[in-house]
């Protein structure tokens, strides 16, 4: 079965600083979809990204930015610039495309200070 | 469309009571998930269905859990009897699957289960 670490349980930065939040992977299948997801103080459960194991271009959304490494079986997360607002719980999750079963990561606090 | 609901958003029961979650997944999307989310254990997959079919329920962790997807509309999550360790956050979620493609997951607001 697939596995997502995330290694970093906790991180925590002062607002205007970068912070990159890793992810490393474990799968047989050659074909497999990366996410990441963002759970606010809240609760609720947001959808940030989807990757598929084809693509390893970057992407870049506003101070977002996601690194794909298959050689390394890693997708990491980089915040630019963060904000109070950014602080939250980050989970990373994948799901092999032969199956639906998306797991996740034990996911990593961020806290944003002013 | 307003998104994955669950139903209730809060709940307290005595142990030893029935608990039944619902969800009702995003119009057109044919695969659903029941997660429980922890301190201790994070985000657990307990059962997911592809087209109303359970797929696979290993997650589940014991038999006094079951799940049902009658129709596209419509599935729950049911703990009968029900224990003071069945504490948590259970999400539902919908995605769409086809082709090998697996789009991402839309999650509901949860469900806060408290047993006392």
């Known amino acids: 079965a697939q596995k997502v670490t995330q290694a970093q349980t906790e991180i925590s930065v002062v607002e205007k600083e970068d912070v990159t939040l890793d992810c490393v992977y474990e799968?047989?299948?050659?074909?497999?979809?990366l996410f990441w997801y963002k759970q606010p103080p809240s609760g609720e459960l947001v959808f940030l990204i989807r990757?598929?194991?084809?693509?390893?271009q970057n992407e870049i959304s506003g101070r977002y930015s996601w690194n794909f490494q298959k050689s390394t079986s890693s997708f990491n997360f980089t915040i630019t610039a963060s904000q109070v607002v950014d602080s939250a719980v980050y989970f990373c999750?994948?799901?092999?495309?032969?199956?639906?079963?998306?797991?996740f990561g034990a996911g990593t606090r961020l806290t944003v200070k002013p | 469309d307003a998104g994955v609901i669950q139903s209730p958003r809060h709940e307290v029961t005595e142990m030893g009571q029935e608990v039944t979650l619902r969800c009702k997944p995003i119009?057109?999307?044919?695969?659903l998930f029941w997660y429980r989310q922890t301190m201790m254990r994070g985000l657990e997959l307990l059962i997911y269905f592809n087209n109303n079919v359970p797929i696979d329920d290993s997650g589940m962790p014991e038999d006094r859990f079951s799940a049902k997807m009658p129709n596209a509309s419509f599935s729950t999550l049911k703990i009968q009897p029900s224990e003071p360790r069945d504490s948590a956050v259970y999400f539902c979620?919908?995605?769409?699957?086809?082709?090998?493609?697996?789009?991402?997951?839309?999650f509901g607001q949860g469900t806060r289960l408290t047993v006392v």
């Open positions: 119009s057109g999307h044919n695969s």
């Open positions: 979620a919908s995605s769409f699957k086809q082709g090998g493609v697996n789009t991402e997951a839309f």
């Open positions: 799968t047989r299948d050659t074909t497999y979809y």
């Open positions: 990757r598929n194991s084809f693509d390893e």
């Open positions: 999750a994948l799901s092999e495309a032969r199956n639906n079963d998306m797991r």
